[in-house]
């Protein structure tokens, strides 16, 4: 499955932006989904992830109580809401997914850059 992440962009500190990630060709239901991010000169880092339904959503220390993920199965579209934004939060996101709901991240999409500005 080709991942295609977008919504990134370039937001003050406390503001709120919102990433898609969309799939081509296969439907994202039978997909586990994930966010990550990779600061300049650190290690990637995972941000949340999100079972095939939809029931089950794990996240990242950093931006529990910030973030929310989501999906539309229908739109074929995994979202990640982020809130409350700092300047650490400024990385490329990353969307992944998985054939299981747990395990090995298995696709990767090209990733979108969110710069927070403080």
């Known amino acids: 499955v080709q991942l295609q992440a977008s919504g990134g962009g370039l937001v003050q500190a406390g503001g709120s932006l919102r990433l898609s990630c969309s799939a081509s060709?296969?439907?994202?239901?039978?997909?586990?989904m994930g966010w990550f991010r990779q600061a300049p000169g650190k290690e990637r880092e995972f941000v949340a992830s999100?079972?095939?339904?939809?029931?089950?959503?794990y996240y990242g220390d950093s931006v529990k109580g910030r973030f929310t993920i989501s999906r539309d199965n229908a739109k074929n579209t995994v979202y990640l809401q982020m809130n409350s934004l700092e300047s650490e939060d400024t990385a490329v996101y990353y969307c992944?997914?998985?054939?299981?709901?747990?395990?090995?991240?298995?696709?990767w999409g090209q990733g979108t850059l969110v710069t927070v500005s403080s």
């Open positions: 992944a997914g998985r054939r299981s709901d747990y395990g090995r991240w298995e696709y």
């Open positions: 060709g296969r439907s994202l239901s039978s997909y586990g």
């Open positions: 999100i079972t095939r339904s939809g029931g089950s959503t």
